[in-house]
């Protein structure tokens, strides 16, 4: 028996190598910083440090959405000589794999369940036999590689000879 927690629905993808952004308050009296942006000095009352070089907040965008990666979080993604946003690096760099239900593909950027070795889209993380789906904090039974309800799970131990053990 397993209870689905509440940090199911994560990512495929393993944790890549990824940077930190800082936002750093521009102190009056210090010489302005260059911005590795658009090379002008940072007069703003803010400024966002990353990949050890200092940037506009307007500056530092993802190459191909172009979203403020000051704003979307704090971390950023390199590779190839490009900067990007989690969904953008996943989507161009991440491993994909397949469910283990409907067997098609799943995107690297694409929230999935888990139970032990098999990965599933959220839409088809549900009981094999009734299609109920699962909540966050359901039981769930994986016997047989195939998701179960409880109450399948129940019966179908009742049919072959033997009741379950409650814990």
Known sequence: MVFLGADAGQ?????????GIQMLSVQPDTKPKGCAGCNRKIKDRYLLKALDKYWHEDCLKCACCDCRLGEVGST???????ILCRRDYLRLFGVTGNCAAC????????????AKENVYHLDCFACQL???RFCVGDKFFLKN???LCQT????????EGYAPQVR
Do not use: H, W
């Open 11 to 19: 990512p495929m993808q393993k944790r890549e190598k990824s940077f």
């Open 76 to 82: 950023l993604y390199t590779k190839a000589n490009l």
């Open 103 to 114: 067997s098609k593909l799943i995107p690297a950027f694409e929230m999935v369940m888990r």
């Open 130 to 132: 009734c299609n109920q």
């Open 145 to 147: 590689n195939m998701i």
């Open 152 to 159: 399948d799970y129940e019966e179908g131990l009742m049919k």
